[in-house]
């Protein structure tokens, strides 16, 4: 089923050195081949022979394995997204909602995925293009959320959203979250939006700390075409962002138009992968009470 696995080591990090090796060893003795991507540090790739996958070339890899944290899945999974090539994620310390396999029980689940014993989940994608009258100044895709934020130094960006051509809104606030399922577990949650099971098909709007108490986050159909104006008209008064990249800087005269991407990261999982345990440890909820 998969014979060209691509190995990613936390980015730039050589602390994922033991880690990389052991599985790529492993991977090899099976008789694949493997692939170390552009993410892995080059004290890692110096002592290794395997070919390294530029950031720019054409992908020939059946699998992906991310070995480090969120912001390395993130990363990779955004590009394996476009070449429909599925994601494992291996944590490397703490608990992550993306790379879900202990590195304690890597190689017994890598082995359990690559004998077929695994689930496949979808999750959607954002696309957010940054438009000023029909010329196209900014494009990115999400798997976890765009912002659209001030700058550290700035006064409240005052915003309005129209959703499928329909007015919603105006606010002032410090910027406002468009979030995926995935993502809701992200920025989104510290700021006040509701957790949501990543097989909902809906986006979610999260004020960040409004001016008014009335402006609450809203959750919305998948389908849904959002535009986002900004009044500010100071330059660099506000920028987006893409999964927490600063991707443009905004001056007031654009539109920030959000859709679902037709993309979707395909995350694997083995029989031992439990959502709800997940949210659990990661967010320290109660478990239920012994009967008495």
């Known amino acids: 089923?998969?014979?060209?696995?691509?190995?990613?080591g936390k980015y730039q990090d050589a602390s994922v050195?033991?880690?990389v090796k052991a599985l790529t060893q492993h991977?090899?003795?099976?008789?694949?081949?493997?692939?170390?991507?552009?993410?892995?540090?080059a004290e890692i790739i110096r002592d290794l022979p395997q070919e390294l996958l530029h950031d720019a070339v054409h992908l020939d890899i059946d699998l992906a394995v991310v070995i480090g944290g969120d912001g390395t899945m993130l990363h990779v999974a955004r590009r394996m997204a476009e070449a429909e090539i599925p994601v494992i994620g291996i944590n490397r310390g703490?608990?992550?909602?993306?790379?879900?396999i202990p590195l304690a029980d890597m190689l017994e689940e890598i082995d359990m995925i690559l004998n077929g014993e695994f689930t496949e989940e979808d999750r959607m994608m954002l696309?957010?293009?940054?438009?000023?009258?029909?010329?196209?100044?900014?494009?990115?895709?999400a798997l976890n959320d765009i912002v659209i934020g001030r700058h550290a130094l700035e006064k409240l960006i005052s915003w309005e959203v129209q959703v499928n051509d329909q007015f919603v809104t105006a606010?002032?606030?410090?910027?406002?979250?468009?979030?995926?399922?995935?993502?809701?577990?992200?920025?989104?949650?510290?700021?006040?939006?509701?957790?949501?099971?990543?097989?909902?098909?809906?986006?979610?709007?999260?004020?960040?700390?409004?001016?008014?108490?009335?402006?609450?986050?809203?959750?919305?159909?998948?389908?849904?075409?959002?535009?986002?104006?900004?009044?500010?008209?100071t330059k660099n008064s506000a920028h987006v962002s893409s999964d927490g990249l600063i991707g443009y800087s905004l001056i007031g005269d654009e539109t920030v138009k959000i859709a679902?991407?037709?993309?979707?990261?395909?995350?694997?999982?083995?029989?031992?992968?439990?959502?709800?345990?997940?949210?659990?440890?990661?967010?320290?909820?109660?478990?239920?009470?012994?009967?008495?």
């Open 1 to 8: 089923m998969f014979k060209t696995i691509g190995v990613f």
């Open 17 to 19: 050195e033991e880690p």
């Open 27 to 41: 991977l090899e003795k099976k008789g694949l081949r493997v692939k170390l991507g552009h993410t892995t540090a």
């Open 94 to 100: 703490r608990l992550g909602f993306l790379t879900d």
């Open 127 to 141: 696309d957010v293009t940054v438009y000023r009258g029909t010329e196209v100044l900014y494009q990115q895709t």
């Open 171 to 233: 606010a002032r606030s410090d910027g406002v979250i468009i979030s995926t399922p995935t993502g809701s577990t992200a920025y989104a949650l510290s700021a006040g939006g509701a957790i949501m099971h990543p097989g909902t098909d809906v986006i979610s709007v999260v004020p960040v700390s409004p001016h008014t108490l009335s402006n609450r986050p809203i959750t919305l159909p998948a389908n849904s075409d959002l535009a986002f104006t900004i009044q500010n008209r």
């Open 260 to 292: 679902r991407s037709k993309h979707v990261v395909k995350l694997l999982h083995t029989k031992n992968y439990n959502y709800f345990a997940m949210l659990r440890a990661k967010l320290g909820w109660g478990r239920t009470q012994e009967t008495r």
